[in-house]
């Protein structure tokens, strides 16, 4: 291998005699990514069309032409953090992989301020770097040549000298020619002559790793050049347990011009290797010529083809030497309710490593400050390939809202800071095993079922406000349930649950969950999700529809409550209830082709278009009781004085026939902030004003 390495070495250093410049066009997405029990949930995405020239040896001029945009809230744009985000070659010793820093700082200074890596086939390779493999992996056909592709596995020393960049992961060389035809790796940062292959923050807690994939496609029978480049940076929070978070960038080179230097944009100003600039906003609004719908390159990719070059750290191997702070989600350390009042606590877990592959034990305990409650969980689980088991026994103060997206665990913030808590609360004991399997080459899928032994209490609310109290109001009573002991039974099948109604994935996502009860409780509870969300150009169409049903006499904690809380904006809370029900919202809107283009801002600050447009949506709901059981359900949540008649009447009424309320709004931000009027549209009522931010619903 050393001598193909070396053949490699000497022609990669120098740039073809023949290829002296290029032009292109990109199509690039950028991604905010959040990463939840392996799920992907995008709540930001850009796509980004530009014009590039790049001339021997160094220079690279970018030009933005095209902007558009889509997220759950308004929120500054990912091109703020970057100067840069292709690698115009893979030639050189020195090699710009990722993301170039922003303007100012991707000047010829260091290698590490400059973001550039100590190129694998440097001359002073053999001091950054050791090598594995050297054989013919796959075999290529590019205009009737026969192309053996060699990989080799490079490694950084962790005697590498100085500071620097190196790259760690597998390099695909074309046998032939000996050049560069992929790149797929990780970066590790040189700080002293101390390299380390783990995840390290100097922030306690936090970890991360940066990403690259970059493969080339033979040009003119002469020369690599770029065809997609994907960066990815993920960062994981201790406190936020399972979760992650992902910045995706994904790019696409197309209609190159091979040696042609021709440029209409602005020159880069001397000694900067990369020049960022933006055609102007009427020229960026009027750009149409997008190759692919927005969100489907970030989508075609997903963060479980680069586990195997994630920090070592990240693994069962690394974290099994020791217990180690790991909660599940960020309420098992903190959260506020008017059941717990403060709750806090403290998680931890431990992976066995090798002895047991896969196999993890965690645990939680906290005390509800003003409840004077412990609460808790001690669990255990083996995943092994694509399916885990586990036993768990857990006490938990649950929640009995329906139809709910995700990330819904309970009031929090809104009860601590405004005094609302749109929630009802039941304790619940737990013993149970379980077993699940991800679905899909993309892990977008996911089969579900737990069976175990469960017993239901009530609570009380134990505080009546918050820090802060509007209207003269507190918290609201916490509605009842019926206590008792039982078998619960779940199974749950989800396809593309990424797809929800609460971020801006596109698609057709699809949940059906079972729940059964067998003890003093007595019920079956059928429940079906589906959403979608689609482009057409300038226009864009969300819906969202879930149903439910209870099989025999329910239990108050098992019937279906809706109202204003759920899409329904001109009723109240939890105004309606039944043993069955369903929900139907759907929205369509348009953004004007205006003022689309990124707002730059001091600081090198960028905010994405205000992109104005229009909105109209329904929200319809319906519910209804089948019986007696019912209805003395319906008045166990609760019940109030009618003031007419003076009898006690049930909180949640069946609908009598569909409710559905009417909404007429202006967007900006490509719908991401709205404001309008709403008003309910099966009977006769006032206009109100109604607004949201982010696009879910």
């Known amino acids: 291998m050393s001598v193909l390495l070396s053949e490699a070495a000497r022609v990669n250093a120098q740039i073809p005699d023949r290829l002296r410049a290029y032009r292109a066009r990109i199509e690039t997405e950028m991604s ?81 301020s400059a973001g550039l890596a100590v190129h694998p086939l440097a001359v002073n390779r053999a001091r950054y770097y050791a090598y594995e493999g050297g054989d013919t992996s796959v075999t290529l056909i590019s205009n009737g040549r026969r192309i053996p592709i060699v990989r080799v596995r490079v490694i950084p020393r962790l005697d590498a000298p100085g500071d620097a960049i190196l790259f760690h992961g597998d390099m695909y060389l074309d046998a032939d020619w000996k050049q560069i035809a992929r790149m797929r790796g990780r970066m590790v940062e040189v700080r002293d002559g101390k390299v380390t292959l783990k995840a390290g923050s100097r922030i306690a807690g936090v970890s991360g790793a940066s990403f690259v994939e970059l493969v080339n496609v033979e ?55 990369h020049s960022l600039t933006f055609a102007s906003s009427a020229d960026q609004a009027r750009f149409d010529s997008w190759e692919r719908p927005i969100g489907a390159a970030s989508s075609d990719v997903y963060y479980g083809e680069l586990d195997d070059l994630a920090p070592e750290s990240w693994g069962t191997a690394e974290r099994g030497r020791g217990i180690h702070f790991r909660p599940r989600a960020i309420g098992e350390v903190l959260r506020f309710n008017r059941i717990e009042g403060l709750f806090t606590g403290v998680a931890a877990g431990t992976d066995f490593g090798a002895p047991v592959r896969g196999l993890t034990a965690s645990g939680s305990i906290g005390w509800a400050w003003a409840e004077r409650t412990a609460r808790g969980t001690v669990g255990v689980e083996r995943t092994r390939g694509l399916t885990t088991t586990g036993l768990r026994l857990e006490r938990a103060l649950a929640h009995t809202n329906d139809f709910q997206l995700p990330f819904s665990w309970g009031a929090s913030l809104s009860a601590l800071l405004g005094s609302t808590d749109d929630f009802d609360y039941l304790d619940r004991r737990s013993a149970s095993m379980y077993l699940g399997r991800v679905l899909g080459s993309k892990k977008r899928g996911l089969a579900r079922i737990e069976i175990g032994a469960a017993s239901d209490d009530a609570v009380r609310q134990n505080i009546s406000r918050g820090l802060y109290v509007g209207k003269g109001e507190g918290f609201r009573p916490n509605r009842g349930i019926r206590e008792g002991n039982y078998v619960r039974t779940v199974a749950a099948l989800e396809h593309n649950s990424q797809v929800s109604g609460l971020f801006v994935d596109r698609g057709v996502g699809a949940r059906i969950r079972y729940e059964r009860a067998d003890g003093d409780l007595r019920w079956q509870r059928l429940e079906l999700r ?94 209804d009781v ?56 099966d009977t006769r009522g006032p206009w109100k004003f109604t607004g949201r931010i982010g696009q879910g619903f």
């Open 219 to 273: 040009v003119d029978g002469a020369y690599w050049l770029p065809a997609f480049q994907r960066t990815e940076f993920q960062a994981r929070v201790a406190l936020l347990g399972d979760f992650r978070s992902v910045v995706r960038i994904v790019s696409r080179f197309d209609g190159y011009r091979p040696n042609d230097s021709s440029w209409s944009g602005r020159e880069a100003p001397r000694g900067l290797r």
């Open 530 to 623: 589906t959403a979608a969300r689609r482009e057409l150009g300038p226009f864009q169409l969300y819906a969202r529809a879930d149903a439910g049903t209870v099989i025999g006499e329910p239990a108050p904690q098992a019937m279906f409550e809706i109202g204003g809380g759920e899409g329904l904006n001109a009723y109240g809370y939890k105004e309606f209830g039944g043993d069955r029900a369903a929900l139907a919202r759907a929205v369509a809107g348009y953004t004007f082709p205006l003022l689309r283009a990124p707002i730059r801002l001091p600081s090198n600050l960028i905010l994405p278009g205000l992109a104005p447009g229009v909105a109209a949506g329904i929200h319809a709901g319906w519910t």
């Open 626 to 681: 089948s019986g007696v059981g019912a209805e003395r359900a319906l008045l166990e949540l609760g019940t109030v004085r009618d003031t007419l008649t003076g009898h006690l009447v049930a909180l949640s009424r069946p609908t009598d026939g569909v409710r559905a309320t009417a909404e007429f709004l202006v967007t900006f931000f490509n719908g991401a902030l709205a404001f309008g009027v709403t008003r309910p549209i």
């Open 32 to 112: 905010l990514i959040v990463l939840d029990s392996g799920r992907e949930r995008t709540a930001q995405v850009e796509q980004i069309a530009s014009d590039v020239r790049w001339r021997s040896p160094d220079r690279y001029d970018q030009r933005v032409v095209g902007y558009r945009n889509q997220s759950v809230g308004p929120t500054f744009s990912l091109m703020s953090f970057f100067g840069g985000w292709t690698a115009p070659t893979l030639y050189g010793n020195r090699l710009q992989l990722g993301v170039t820093p922003p303007p100012g700082a991707n000047r010829a200074s260091g290698a590490v």
